[in-house]
């Protein structure tokens, strides 16, 4: 069994008439989660905003403790599943890229955002009261205005989600000018949305930069530069991200692992999986399911 993919429209406690985004309770998902297998992941962003509840949320192998006044980010893709002491309260906004892209009318801006697709930072916020207050009043409208349907409904909810993610970035990144004027960080963050859409496809540098219509060297430069790393080893580590979460979180043999990620053979899977990971994919698969 591979690891689950839910979509928006699958998911009961969304309208069924909004296909690119959906808000909801937390403590109404957590109800109607009965159908939903522990470990799974989205083909939508998620933003998850705690208000109260404790337990931990595991992303991608990292635990992150679940916290009143929190917010989490999810992108696509990722892994995820929750460990509840206590039960939670809060929201959770989805959208889709198409959201995104169509409604706010701003490409640039999630290649802008510090907290999708990151490589080195927490993909989470815990903020004081007072910026609870901001928050809860942002988010609070959006479920009001999710609710009604009035006119020109999509554009007043891209507006407020708009909102949410500039306030949430001016406290993530308090320095501003530094994150967003910065053509590297930009050129990163688009070459790391690049590797999500294309890494099964795509192994080599130079494809990327003629996506981004840039050399190759300048590609490799910026992004060294920026994330400590060269752009073949990001690559390289978003191959093996997918083949630890289809190691960890599905039941699919190794060979089909490896036929899933374009190798030729096993065999070639397990040389490249024990160079990067150190050991091999059953050994992996085995540490992980001992511990």
């Not at 635990?63 to 992108?75: A, D, H, K, N």
């Not at 490589?119 to 959006?142: D, H, K, S, Y």
């Not at 910026?222 to 979460?245: F, M, N, P, S």
Request: aromatic share 12%; hydrophobic share 40%; with cysteine.
């Amino acid at each position: 069994m591979e690891i689950p993919v839910y979509h928006i429209e699958q998911l009961d406690a969304f309208s069924t008439e909004k296909t690119s985004i959906g808000v909801k309770r937390l403590e109404q998902g957590f109800k109607n989660k009965q159908n939903i297998r522990s470990s799974h992941r989205h083909s939508f962003y998620q933003i998850i905003w705690v208000t109260r509840g404790r337990g931990a949320h595991l992303i991608d192998f990292n635990t992150y403790p679940i916290e009143p006044f929190t917010l989490y980010f999810l992108s696509p893709g990722q892994v995820h599943e929750w460990k509840l002491t206590e039960a939670v309260f809060g929201y959770i906004i989805a959208f889709t890229n198409k959201f995104f892209s169509s409604s706010l009318q701003d490409t640039s801006l999630l290649s802008e955002l510090p907290y999708f697709y990151i490589t080195n930072t927490q993909p989470l916020l815990c903020v004081g009261n007072e910026q609870a207050a901001i928050f809860n009043n942002i988010i609070q409208r959006i479920e009001t205005e999710y609710q009604a349907s009035l006119i020109d409904h999509e554009a007043m909810l891209s507006a407020y989600l708009r909102i949410l993610l500039i306030e949430a970035k001016r406290i993530y990144c308090p320095n501003q000018t530094t994150y967003t004027v910065t053509s590297s960080v930009l050129i990163t963050k688009q070459f790391l949305l690049l590797i999500e859409e294309n890494f099964l496809t795509q192994t080599f540098v130079s494809e990327y930069a003629k996506l981004l219509g840039i050399t190759a060297n300048h590609l490799n430069e910026t992004v060294k530069r920026t994330t400590g790393k060269t752009a073949g080893e990001l690559i390289r580590d978003r191959l093996l991200l997918e083949a630890k979460r289809l190691l960890i979180y599905s039941e699919l043999s190794i060979s089909e692992i490896a036929h899933k990620l374009n190798f030729e053979d096993p065999a070639y899977f397990g040389r490249f999986f024990k160079r990067y990971a150190h050991c091999s994919p059953s050994d992996f698969r085995q540490q992980a399911t001992s511990s």
